[in-house]
């Protein structure tokens, strides 16, 4: 029991961004400001902040 809405559905567009990521043929990858924003952020200097790091690293 699907319904599709025309407003709603994107069909021949080569990528789209969704979510925060983009989706494309290939499959989905992450966008580049979320990329930027990790190699943005500054030195990590206590376990806290390298367990936060990781936590959005393996959310992207």
Known sequence: ????????????FPSLTLLGKKVNVLGLSTTNERLRALK???????????ERYLGVARYL
């Open 1 to 12: 029991n699907y319904s599709l809405s025309s407003k709603k559905t994107y069909l021949t």
């Open 40 to 50: 943005d952020l500054e030195c990590l200097k206590t376990a806290v902040q390298l």
